[in-house]
């Protein structure tokens, strides 16, 4: 072809080819000016059908005019050649760009709102693109990006039931590429804007990551995990990548079309918000002047989010009203070892669905595990737990039904205030913690707001074998072991292989896997761990962004990870609005002030994390010790430090207490201790 004419159009050089056509460089005689010309491939020449494809891409573009869709300037056929011909870009498509690495936030931000702007021009033409992905777009020298190949495009407008076409590119009957093709045209679904929205939001995941979304070798795999698997949270692949970013690209990728950008203009919105939003780097360059600059601006949002915190939460007094409950462990009475899960399971259940209402304040599971497998005396708990409600119940198995009985004691004068049997089927359990947690909250005369009541009445799955195995996995993570928690991973994991979609799972394996990164880790494991959780608590925060125990995985990953004081306190503070309950959060909060220098706001963090559960002295000790460390009280710090291992088995401060000896002259103990942490391959702080 290089050297032929097609009308008046000398071609000079062949630029590109693929399925759907090859492009030349060619020279139009008659404006003096380069243009690029493209023809279908050798072999396609008496083909129908994509002599029918080029047609309508010409006819596609010649109905738009926008700075970021190259612009077609004609379309003829000499000697039985098909040829459109376009404007010559320069410049690099941006699969050979994002083969040399991840882009920056910045320039992603800037390619990615002129894509969307782009599609918005298309969409308000009728037009769907349907074939979106780095090697149809253009980056060119002066930072403009310009859609091309618009082969496979519809006018979505006039379309009604109509049947998709072939890509060379796809499986038989869908049109565009893997992995950049929407779920639901996978599935056969009408075309549409929407379709669009997801293949942009794997082409912004691609800039970010340097890798599709999905990555499976096989296009039956690759569409398998389209249709129901998350993909790796960009922020785990590339930690430059901020909260803020993922959060957009997240969201254009919603496998639920509903849940996605619903027009290509709400997208170009909110990137163009990230480009007038200074945004914090989790990596900063190793030059010594940039560090610095970055680490106080750290230290100033993380100090203004820290006072703004105080104000919203510590400021306010508790409500004279409000109402401590305890929820104790279900005692079975039968003695099938199948069902021993219901103990703290339903307990469990119940004590994450009452913690959402603002006036309880319920103790946590890990708190109430003494009183498994025994017969407690109410009001006795009650006393010890300082609570002012105990609620307590028990489980019978009759054949293939349950029978459940609870009751609702006050602990001043031993009264039992609401009691009731349920008589029921196995699978019926799946919603008995909504009855029976909205059941005590009426005893209690509690409002419950419609927000409150919405989240009581959300079923998270309808497969009973995911619950239960969900049951299980909470009941073991409370144990506050290295063992309970790689129990309660399994039991989370089962639960997923039974419903991908079960957003408790995905949150309670978050929790988990943060608690090993934290507790348990061997040096060579922190990085999976910490990976694992960061990736489990946003998919959970995808399928529901008012999950308190992923914004609590979260908060830890940034704590204990990232050092990223900022995000501790916006995710810590967004999980005690959703629960209140929670005491974790306070104690990463705490963490964060003495690692800041702001030494008075750790005390009051530490009161309402003992507040919540008084049994769990291990977490206030480490604390307590810590700041006493980094404020320079080295015998406060050990006495602290010294007292948790008589008290903790884990090792996990042991690297605070030896420095704390160190530093009060006793670099024996010091020295014996760290060669203990060394030798046991335990990660250092």
Not at 7 to 13: A, D, F, K, R
Not at 194 to 220: C, H, N
Not at 411 to 432: C, K, Q
Request: charged share 25%; aromatic share 8%; with cysteine.
């Amino acid at each position: 072809m290089v050297g032929q004419r097609l009308g008046h159009y000398l071609i000079t050089e062949q630029i590109g080819a693929g399925g759907m056509g090859v492009v030349y460089r060619a020279r139009d005689e008659r404006l003096d000016r380069d243009v690029a010309v493209k023809v279908l491939p050798i072999g396609s020449v008496s083909d129908e059908a994509a002599r029918k494809r080029l047609r309508k891409e010409a006819l596609a573009l010649s109905r738009l005019n926008h700075p970021n869709i190259e612009t077609v300037y004609d379309f003829d056929t000499q000697q039985n050649v098909d040829f459109l011909v376009a404007e010559l870009i320069p410049g690099v498509s941006l699969d050979h760009k994002v083969a040399a690495g991840p882009l920056s936030e910045k320039e992603i931000v800037h390619l990615g709102a002129q894509m969307a702007f782009g599609l918005e021009a298309a969409h308000a033409a009728g037009i769907v693109h349907r074939d979106l992905k780095p090697a149809n777009l253009r980056n060119t020298p002066d930072g403009r990006l310009k859609i091309l190949d618009f082969g496979l495009a519809q006018d979505f407008l006039s379309l009604g039931n109509v049947s998709t076409t072939t890509s060379q590119t796809s499986a038989e009957g869908i049109s565009g590429t893997l992995p950049y093709i929407a779920p639901e045209h996978l599935q056969g679904e009408k075309v549409g804007p929407r379709g669009d929205i997801y293949s942009a939001g794997a082409v912004l995941y691609e800039m970010a990551t340097a890798r599709p979304p999905f990555q499976e070798k096989s296009g039956p795999l690759r569409m398998e995990a389209i249709l129901n698997r998350p993909p790796a949270a960009p922020t785990a692949v590339n930690r430059r990548i901020s909260p803020a970013l993922e959060a957009v690209i997240l969201k254009a990728m919603d496998k639920d079309p509903d849940r996605r950008y619903q027009s290509a203009r709400e997208l170009r919105v909110d990137l163009e918000r990230l480009s007038s939003t200074p945004t914090l780097s989790i990596r900063t360059s190793p030059r010594s002047k940039m560090m610095w600059a970055a680490g106080i601006l750290v230290a100033l949002v993380a100090i203004l989010l820290a006072i703004g915190y105080r104000r919203h939460f510590l400021g306010s007094k508790p409500s004279p009203d409000r109402i401590i409950l305890a929820v104790l462990p279900f005692e079975v009475l039968t003695n099938e070892e199948d069902i021993g899960f219901l103990r703290a399971g339903i307990a469990d259940s119940i004590i994450t669905k009452l913690a959402s209402f603002g006036r309880l304040r319920l103790r946590p599971t890990s708190a109430i595990l003494r009183y498994e497998k025994q017969r407690a005396d109410p009001r006795q708990a009650g006393h010890d737990l300082a609570t002012d409600y105990v609620a307590t119940g028990t489980v019978q198995k009759m054949g293939d039904r349950f029978r459940i009985s609870t009751q609702l004691v006050r602990i001043t004068d031993g009264a039992s205030v609401w009691g009731e049997h349920y008589d029921l089927a196995r699978s019926d359990l799946l919603g008995l913690e909504d009855t029976i947690a909205e059941k005590i909250a009426a005893a209690l005369r509690v409002e419950i707001s419609a927000a409150e009541r919405e989240r009581l009445y959300r079923r998270y799955t309808a497969n009973l074998a995911a619950y239960e195995l969900y049951l299980k996995g909470r009941g073991e993570l409370a144990r506050l072991t290295r063992e309970s928690t790689l129990a309660a991973i399994d039991a989370f994991e089962s639960s997923l292989r039974q419903d991908p979609n079960y957003a408790l799972a995905h949150a309670g394996l978050a929790v988990s896997c943060a608690l090993m990164r934290l507790r348990y880790a061997s040096e060579g494991q922190v990085a999976n761990w910490e990976e694992r959780a960061h990736q489990e608590a946003q998919r959970a925060l995808q399928l529901d962004a008012n999950l308190a125990e992923a914004h609590e995985a979260l908060a830890a990953v940034y704590r204990s990870a990232e050092f990223d004081w900022p995000r501790v306190f916006e995710e810590s503070r967004r999980a005690l609005e959703l629960n209140r309950s929670l005491e974790m959060p306070h104690y990463y909060l705490a963490a964060a002030f003495y690692h800041l220098g702001l030494f008075d706001l750790v005390e009051p963090e530490v009161r309402a994390g003992l507040e919540i559960n008084p049994a769990n002295r291990a977490e206030s000790l480490r604390v307590q010790g810590s700041t006493a460390l980094f404020s320079g009280h080295f015998q406060e710090a050990e006495r602290y430090l010294s007292e948790l291992r008589q008290l903790s088995s884990s090792q996990v401060s042991d690297w605070y207490l030896a420095q704390a000896m160190y530093y009060d002259g006793q670099s024996t103990g010091a020295e014996e201790i760290l060669a203990a942490l060394h030798g046991s391959g335990r990660h250092l702080p």
